[in-house]
């Protein structure tokens, strides 16, 4: 195991010291693992049920439930589609098939060099730029087809 893992696995002790009980704080102290480490690590729910009363397929039926954790590491970029009501009238749809096309990707997964991960969401709570997208929570208003090909090749996405 490298140092680094190993100093990862150890912040999970602290985490746990911070909660009276890790049963009924596991949601937030899976947030906080997620936070420190970047995600949940088949090692880091190892851990978990090493210090822990709770199975490790246990951890994994709470976390897999939550869309909010994961378990893989983050790409470099995060693009985030907005597909609420408002986006959806103006446009979502269109934007979001060409985020797909460019990157190869449908929503939930990551490209394979490790640049992006894409995700949709709900509403970014900026409704009056609709359609938006943010990409690594800086938000990119009134996009469109043409517009999202700009905003990726900013972030590295070569394609043509
Ligand atoms: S619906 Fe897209 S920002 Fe609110």
């Known amino acids: 195991m490298s140092a680094k893992s190993k100093q990862n696995l150890s912040k999970i002790a602290d985490i746990l010291a911070r909660y009276p009980s890790s049963r009924g704080s596991l949601i937030p102290i899976l947030q906080d693992v997620q936070t420190e480490l970047g995600y949940l690590s088949e090692e880091a729910i190892l851990e978990l049920e090493r210090l822990t009363e709770i199975s490790a397929n246990e951890i994994y039926g709470v976390a897999t439930f939550y869309t909010q954790f994961r378990f893989r590491p983050p790409s470099e970029h995060t693009v985030c ?59 990119h208003a009134g996009m469109n087809a043409k517009k999202i090909v700009s905003v990726l090749s900013k972030y590295g996405d070569k394609k043509k």
Do not use: N, W, Y
Not at 90 to 117: M, N, Y
């Open 81 to 139: 589609v907005c597909e609420g009501t408002a986006c959806h009238v103006r446009g979502a749809k269109q934007v979001l098939e060409e985020v797909k096309s460019r990157l190869g990707i449908e929503p939930g997964q990551s490209t394979e060099d490790g640049k992006f991960d894409l995700e949709r969401v709900a509403c970014l709570g900026c409704c009056a730029l609709a359609p938006v997208v943010s990409v690594d929570g800086k938000v």
